[in-house]
Nanobody, 126 residues
C-alpha cells in the first residue's frame, strides 16, 4: 500500500485547508485510513481522525472534533481531511496511514498502522 499526502500549506488563524491522501495498492474492506500529526519539537504522533474503508465510520481526536471532517472517495481511493477554524496549535506535519482493522481503539494508536505517507506540512500563523 502506498499513501501520498497533499494539500498542506500556510494559512492564517481561522482559515481552512483540505488535505488529501491518495491510496494505491491493495486495500481490504476491513482496513481504515487515519490522519495523525506531529507538531514541531514534540515526540510522537497525535491522532487526528480516521475513517473505515468499507462502511465509512469516522473517529476524531478530541483536539479537532467539531472543526475537522474526514471523508473518502472510494472510486478515486482518496481520503480527505477538511480542516476549519485552524489555530496555531494545529501547526504540524500531517501524515496519513493505513491500518488493517476497523477497530476504533486501534485506529487511535499510531503503532498499529503498517503503512504511512511522507507527510505534508501545515502551518497556521496567528
Amino acid at each position: 500500500v502506498q499513501l501520498v499526502e497533499s494539500g498542506g500549506g500556510l494559512v492564517q488563524a481561522g482559515g481552512s485547508l483540505r488535505l488529501s491522501c491518495a491510496v494505491s495498492g491493495r486495500t481490504v474492506s476491513s482496513a481504515s485510513i487515519g490522519w495523525f500529526r506531529q507538531a514541531p519539537g514534540k515526540e510522537g504522533r497525535e491522532f487526528v481522525a480516521a475513517i473505515t474503508w468499507s462502511r465509512g465510520f469516522k473517529f476524531y481526536g478530541d483536539a479537532v472534533s467539531g472543526r475537522f471532517a474526514i471523508t473518502k472517495d472510494g472510486v478515486k481511493k482518496e481520503v480527505y481531511l477538511q480542516m476549519n477554524n485552524l489555530n496555531p496549535e494545529d501547526t504540524a506535519v500531517y501524515f496519513c496511514g493505513s491500518i488493517p482493522t476497523s477497530s476504533e481503539r486501534a485506529c487511535r494508536l499510531p503503532d498499529k498502522y503498517d503503512y504511512w505517507g511522507e507527510g505534508t506540512q501545515v502551518t497556521v500563523s496567528s
